[in-house]
């Protein structure tokens, strides 16, 4: 009888052995995307320069702020565009009109796409932008001249 009881536990052995290498294991992948985005966001005030003398460069009245923030996952390029100054016969062209980010220098307003800046995920501070005006001396009749500005964000 000893014999038999040795026998019976290797088989069971052998069974839990069969069991084992017979599993069957499934996988599952997993995928997902996140799009590009960018967005701007911007404060601006209106620009004034009140009654200027041509020859001279002049910073607006009262002192307005503009700032642009941007928020993004991906590259982003700013413009700035006008329109030309006008008093209803008269245009004085954009590039009168100058602007600059933050320190830096002053570059004349076009009238398509002046680039601003430009930069890869969201600004950490909000960007300030600073204006002047300048119309030479005896070209352009008198009167009040008004324009229009746009900013744009792009890829």
């Known amino acids: 009888m000893f014999r038999k009881g040795k026998v019976i536990s290797v088989v069971i052995v052998l069974v839990g052995v069969m069991l084992i290498l017979s599993a069957t294991v499934f996988g599952q992948s997993i995928s997902f995307s996140i799009p590009g985005f960018h967005t701007m966001n911007m404060q601006a005030d209106a620009l004034s320069f009140g009654s200027i003398t041509p020859g001279v460069a002049v910073s607006p009245t009262g002192n307005p702020k503009t700032t642009i923030s941007v928020s993004a996952?991906?590259?982003?390029?700013?413009?700035l565009s006008g329109t030309d100054f006008t008093n209803g016969s008269a245009t004085i062209p954009i590039s009168s009109l100058q602007f600059k980010v933050g320190n830096g220098s002053f570059n004349p307003v076009g009238n398509n796409n002046t680039p601003v800046i430009n930069g890869t995920g969201s600004?950490?501070?909000p960007?300030?932008?600073s204006y002047q005006?300048?119309?030479q001396n005896g070209i352009y009749p008198a009167g009040?001249?008004?324009s229009n500005l746009t900013y744009t964000?792009?890829?």
Do not use: E, K, M
């Open 73 to 79: 996952n991906t590259t982003w390029h700013v413009y």
């Open 123 to 125: 600004l950490t501070s």
């Open 144 to 146: 009040s001249y008004t």
């Open 153 to 155: 964000i792009t890829d």
């Open 133 to 135: 005006l300048f119309v």
């Open 127 to 129: 960007v300030s932008i």
